[in-house]
């Protein structure tokens, strides 16, 4: 069943995306030799904008779905969820590249990026971050190198990987727990700073849950585009019972999130009419509690387009809630003014483009999706089985 | 070591902000010439690592002006040094909080994190660094007071002892009550800062931030970061249990046999 070649047909639209990615570069180029002050629209109140806001931030959001699946296919022996699973280990690998990436961007002093390896400033959550960031990465390349190494035969680094994957699995859960909760924990030292409806010392509760949450609904609506890109079945099945772990995790998150604002005494100022009021209850109504419902709706969830939307929902939900920690929270206290320039935008546009052109390299030319006549095997497939019951 | 602002007896000459260019050797930007608190307020700036700030507001019913010196207020527990992940900020035993650009990764976290907004950031450098009051380091070292401290003509400024500083604070603030708000900025703020401001009109109606927390920010990070091993080791033995537990029952499969690379032509 191997393929021979390499394949990587270029089409109108990848050359678009390939377009932007040079583009990127070159503004990337330029912004090293010139400052960051020369393409980004950063000042002393807007220290962190776009880059780190959305690329670092909801990068590793959404890169979450690695590590909820891991959990649930690997750890829990949910077996069902086995065809979405690679997949989902390789949108978060180049989740965390592309975050990597766009934190190098973002950093002034970038030769010193090793530093915080040997000065130990344990006491800052960005050593945290920092670490588990880059360990995990490792962590995923290690987990990816099993399914490289079934296209590239190299049978003696295959067998042990093999051997030490267990640890791998449950090290690559671990870490993310810590970070994705510490990239919350990065804002609790904003106490006077971050709007009372967002900063509380459970923020890391709360950035870690979401990321989880939010893993199932990533994979629908990844399962979903790469299915219709490449013509194949959507795993509906499998989208529709992933919903029930999506749905309980966000009740869960919404009860938490009303006693935590009653805890601290500000329920009231999520109706006090201000900017940042509304754009919380946007974030609670729109974004939390209509997916719930739609994903308890039976006749919504088992559709494609209902598990689809409400997904979408989620995901959305969830950068939403990061871009309001990082700006909408912030504004206040940050004074001065940040809009991201175009060359920004740019760059951004770039990053998520070379995700979508890697995704398609590998996918095209590694075992990550399942075969589409699972079910005509069935002596070894009871995974297959379940799937297209 | 500490320092108190008398701001009653600041009339915004600007002496200080002069002694600190000239001491520390930080040159005016291009076309940006020695703005005057006269010409209307300057903020600090990668080179401007104090000025001083003019605010209008009212008292017994009379317009009047007041003059905030502004530089970084060299916290007991600094927020900006508990948030750098590279120790390239740091305090010091003496009292200043140094910043030492060798470690520095550009990473402006530290600047997220000072509550008083201090820290300034070269932005047009290919390596940039982050700027601030380091307290004369040097001239404390040889005994001297920082260079603002010991140009000011009208006394506005006192540095010495903590401790002393503190205790003059309350003194001129029990000995002349009528004129004083009975605040002393920075004896609580963020748990306790080097420099201190009395005043005769309230703190929020000069431009300080008021809603600084007592408690000292970097303990905020210590209080959830100190679980950091007991989750580590926690859920990484729960979830060893869980792989264990279910693996017995789950299904043996070739996942091997289960992926293949898809046809990018869509057959
Ligand atoms: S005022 Fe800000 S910059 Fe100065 S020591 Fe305190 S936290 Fe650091
Ligand atoms: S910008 Fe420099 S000084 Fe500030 S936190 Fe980052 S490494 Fe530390």
Not at chain 2, 188 to 217: H, M
């Amino acid at each position: 069943m191997q393929k021979k070649h390499w394949t990587f047909r270029i089409t109108g639209f990848r050359l678009l995306l390939i377009l932007f990615v040079i583009a990127a570069v070159a503004i990337s180029l330029y912004r090293f030799i010139f400052g960051l002050g020369s393409v980004t629209n950063l000042n002393d109140q807007w220290p962190w904008g776009l880059w780190i806001g959305f690329d670092l931030l909801c990068g590793i959001a959404l890169a979450g779905g690695g590590f909820s699946t891991a959990l649930i296919v690997h750890v829990l022996h949910k077996e069902k969820y086995l065809p979405i699973a690679r997949a989902a280990l390789l949108t978060s690998l180049i989740g965390y590249i592309i975050a990597l990436v766009s934190l190098f961007l973002d950093i002034g002093r970038w030769y010193n990026f090793w530093r915080p390896f040997f000065f130990w400033g344990y006491h800052s959550v960005l050593f945290e971050v920092f670490w588990c960031i880059s360990l995990y990465t490792t962590v995923q390349i290690l987990e990816f190198g099993d399914i490289f190494f079934e296209r590239v035969r190299f049978p003696s680094l295959k067998k042990i990987l093999h051997a030490t994957m267990p640890f791998w699995l449950i090290i690559g859960i671990v870490l993310p727990t810590l970070h994705q909760s510490s990239l919350g924990s990065l804002y609790v030292i904003a106490a006077n700073r971050l709007n009372p409806l967002w900063w509380s010392m459970i923020i890391p509760f709360f950035f870690v849950w979401s990321a989880f949450f939010l893993g199932p609904a990533m994979v629908t609506i990844e399962g979903t585009l790469a299915a219709r890109a490449y013509r194949r079945e959507p795993e509906l099945p499998v989208f529709s019972s992933l919903t029930s772990v999506t749905m309980w995790m966000m009740i869960v998150y919404f009860i938490v999130k009303v006693i935590d604002l009653n805890y601290r005494g500000v329920f009231s100022q999520a109706f006090n009419g201000s900017f940042e009021s509304n754009m919380f209850l946007v974030e609670m109504i729109v974004f939390v509690l209509l997916p719930i419902v739609m994903y308890a709706v039976p006749s919504i969830r088992n559709k494609l387009w209902g598990v689809f939307t409400a997904s979408v929902l989620v995901v959305a939900g969830v950068v939403f809630n990061r871009m309001n920690v990082v700006f909408t929270g912030m504004a206040q206290s940050a004074g001065g003014h940040y809009f991201p320039t175009d060359w920004e935008i740019l760059v951004t546009i770039g990053m998520w483009s070379a995700l979508v052109l890697i995704y398609c390299f590998v996918v095209e030319n590694f075992p990550i999706m399942p075969k589409e006549n699972l079910v005509s095997h069935e002596s070894s497939m009871t995974a297959g089985q379940s799937v297209h019951m | 070591m500490g320092a108190l602002v008398d701001i009653t007896k600041c009339i915004g000459c600007e002496s200080c902000v002069v002694a600190c260019r000239l001491y520390n050797g930080l040159e005016p930007g291009q076309n940006e010439g020695y703005r005057t608190a006269q010409d209307g307020n300057t903020e600090l700036a990668p080179n401007k690592w104090t000025v001083i700030q003019s605010h209008r507001t009212e008292k017994s019913e009379k317009q009047i002006r007041r003059f905030v010196k502004q530089q970084c207020f060299h916290c007991l527990e600094p927020a900006c040094a508990s948030a750098c992940f590279a120790k390239a900020l740091q305090k010091t035993p003496e009292g200043p909080v140094v910043y030492n650009e060798k470690l520095c990764v550009g990473c402006r976290y530290c600047m997220i994190a000072c509550p008083f907004g201090i820290l300034r950031f070269e932005w047009d450098k290919p390596f940039p660094r982050v700027l601030k009051c380091q307290m004369c380091l040097g001239r404390l070292a040889d005994g001297q007071m920082p260079a603002c401290a010991s140009v000011c003509p009208t006394g506005a400024i006192t540095f010495g002892e903590r401790d002393k500083m503190v205790g003059e604070a309350k003194n001129r603030l029990t000995s002349n009550p009528d004129l004083y708000t009975g605040q002393i900025y920075g004896v609580k703020e963020a748990g306790g800062t080097s420099w201190l401001y009395i005043s005769d009109v309230p703190f929020e109606q000069l431009g300080f931030r008021t809603n600084v927390p007592e408690k000292p920010i970097p303990e905020y990070t210590w209080q959830v970061l100190r679980w950091t091993p007991f989750i580590f080791v926690g859920w990484g033995a729960l979830l060893t249990g869980m792989y264990l537990y279910t693996k017995r029952r789950a299904g043996v499969h070739e996942e091997e046999e289960m992926y293949a690379p898809v046809d990018d032509d869509g057959k």
